[in-house]
DNA sequence: GATGAATGAGTCTTCATTCAT
DNA sequence: CATGAATGAAGACTCATTCAT
């Protein structure tokens, strides 16, 4: 087997345990027994664990730009309307991450190998919240203030992550030594709001 | 120092360790150091180190339960707007997770702990994603196709979440064996777009 | 077993091991065999391999200074004959290193562990050049040019050491870009001749 | 490039890498890379490490014999002084190990490649004796005890040398399993200080 | 002869957990 | 209850040597 083809071959048993596994779950050990190759083989390739998980992430992160770039060459600017801008961005993505269920869990971050007990506790977090947003949708929609033509389940999806990464944005990464106060928090939840009320498209957009 | 206090202050400083460092590098050692007590006690309040963790987030689960029902139950849902609803949920969830800055990293899973340089790679390609919806947000603004009431930071960081989370509900929590096909991912990315386009509310609506 | 007894029997073994067979074949899994103790036993008390050769060497330089500096203080200086002084000296000093062959071996960096083949052929050389002197004395003491006074096994120890560390004193530690030519290397040669010519002390001393 | 020669090239960068790094430190990868050859290619030449090692030694070894040969063969041994024969040993040898610092540095084994740190420990201990000798002679010459005629940098090293295989050869080569006696020790110290005092030759020696 | 990919036994080191005091 | 010395299974990484091309 030709060196290109090797270090494919580590890569792609690599990716599948760290997806399935973790960072810290995977071992060395695993990844030469799916790979049947022996231990000092993969340090043939790559310097130590390490150098193994950045190299796919940035491999699959290179991909992506390039996949970017080349779609926006695509499209045509002055033509397109900002929805269809919108949703070719979206699609394309979509697309892409859903190539490989592996490198999109691995790229984000939702399944870097904690402890199995671990993991089910934070996933059960998660899940609770999905599903109390999904059942206020449902029920909007009973109550016809939600409009029966938006997806519940994607919507859901859309809204969990949408909050829970604002919340990370600003009380974790911006986050202020002496805390965020209720003017602040308040300021926040109406900018998230306005988001889901108008769209984030100019009312006269007619497309 | 009484028994419910000890256990609540290696809860604490396990706490601050385990959303600092993440679950792997966080170690027995670096929380006795913490709490100033020797490396038995710690087994004396917990069964080991998952319980510890576990422990920690199900308590912050139980609280944000218990603050959802609590606030639920001051709002009249006879009179208020879904918009209104909307925006209570989102505020209370915000101002419950910007209490703690450490819980909130620790349950969002984004600061699991990954040795620095791994963690830096996955975070730069996040932060790339991000970059890039907020040049469209800002692009969208100067042509006048998105409302400059918008906050381009905070729907940049839910457009980024929601993108990201939809992709993993679909791609690796619902994920297919033989992939999604075209038409299906179109689907997804017509429902995300549809929301926000319009928004989750129905036009009659005037709240 | 308290700590210190511990970190001192740790120290014993390792020491008695390093100077066996040398640094890089003393295994951590032969201390502990030899100690009887478990593998992580040994990291409790020093931080790695290197700590526990450094402490060994450190400990024993810190007792022959004050060995020295205790010595010292008992002559008087005023009244001491030269030679008295240098018989003093010496004789403390190998007093001291005769308590410990171990260390003796390890400080004196000769047995340092090569594999044993390797560390053979030096060996071989070494006695090679030793032989050689001792035979020169006997002959000179045949033909009544060398006394018969002097002790023909300490005096070839005594040239070979000399010899050897003057050549490594000048030809490594204070090596010359374009080496030592003719003069110079006569220069050090006289010099070393004179020492064991005359003696080190002055003709008129009568001691 | 022909098979000796090829060999030849290999010994000159092993020699360099083993006086600089020692046995232990220096791997085959340093050797190969140094020669610019492949890593089998070593194999053709050589059985293993250890074959490259002692060949370098052997080599040198050889070669050193054969000069002492050559050299004795030069002097008349009927005319020559007791000293003039020490001095020309002693400059024959001086010479020959001046040619090849790394050489000289392996044959002495002061340099066989303890990690780094291990190396300074040892390096500062036996600096420290030397640097107390010199003080010791510089002390002497003020006194006029010691004559102004030798060289302290010279003498310092001989002593140094000489004291410490003294030690080597009793304590560690010619160890005893219950220890020198204080009787026994005296005797060596008497005849350390003997052949310092008035040389090693006899006084009616006019050369 | 030359090459360099592959090998795997062997090392050091880590760290959650136990248990005698 | 608290302590902290002791444990040892487990893991990452090394490097001399081999062998098919």
């Given at each position: 087997m030709k060196a290109d083809e090797r270090k494919e071959a580590i890569l792609k048993c690599a990716t599948r345990l760290f997806s399935t596994q973790g960072y810290y779950q995977t071992h060395i050990s695993d990844i030469i027994k799916e790979a049947q190759i022996a231990r000092g083989?993969?340090?043939?390739?790559?310097?130590?664990?390490?150098?193994?998980?950045?190299?796919?992430?940035?491999?699959?992160?290179?991909k992506w730009r390039d996949m970017i770039s080349f779609e926006l060459a695509k499209i045509d600017l002055a033509t397109i309307s900002p929805k269809g801008y919108l949703r070719h961005r979206i699609l394309q993505t979509l697309i892409f991450l859903s190539k490989d269920s592996d490198l999109c869990n691995i790229a984000l971050r939702l399944g870097l190998g904690l402890p199995e007990k671990v993991?089910?506790?934070?996933?059960?977090?998660?899940?609770?919240?999905?599903?109390?947003?999904?059942?206020?949708?449902?029920?909007?929609?009973?109550?016809?203030?939600?409009?029966?033509?938006?997806?519940?389940?994607?919507?859901?999806?859309?809204?969990?992550?949408a909050l829970l990464r604002t919340a990370h944005h600003y009380f974790v990464n911006k986050r202020k030594a002496k805390g965020y106060n209720?003017?602040?928090?308040?300021?926040?939840?109406?900018?998230?709001?306005?988001?889901?009320?108008?769209?984030?498209?100019?009312?006269?957009?007619k497309n």
């Amino acid at each position: 087997m030709k060196a290109d083809e090797r270090k494919e071959a580590i890569l792609k048993c690599a990716t599948r345990l760290f997806s399935t596994q973790g960072y810290y779950q995977t071992h060395i050990s695993d990844i030469i027994k799916e790979a049947q190759i022996a231990r000092g083989t993969v340090y043939q390739y790559f310097t130590n664990k390490d150098d193994i998980f950045i190299t796919i992430v940035d491999t699959f992160f290179d991909k992506w730009r390039d996949m970017i770039s080349f779609e926006l060459a695509k499209i045509d600017l002055a033509t397109i309307s900002p929805k269809g801008y919108l949703r070719h961005r979206i699609l394309q993505t979509l697309i892409f991450l859903s190539k490989d269920s592996d490198l999109c869990n691995i790229a984000l971050r939702l399944g870097l190998g904690l402890p199995e007990k671990v993991s089910q506790t934070i996933n059960h977090f998660e899940q609770k919240i999905m599903d109390m947003i999904a059942d206020d949708l449902r029920f909007g929609q009973q109550e016809h203030n939600v409009p029966d033509t938006i997806n519940v389940d994607t919507t859901a999806a859309i809204l969990t992550g949408a909050l829970l990464r604002t919340a990370h944005h600003y009380f974790v990464n911006k986050r202020k030594a002496k805390g965020y106060n209720a003017k602040e928090i308040e300021k926040i939840a109406d900018d998230f709001v306005t988001v889901f009320t108008h769209g984030i498209f100019l009312p006269r957009d007619k497309n």
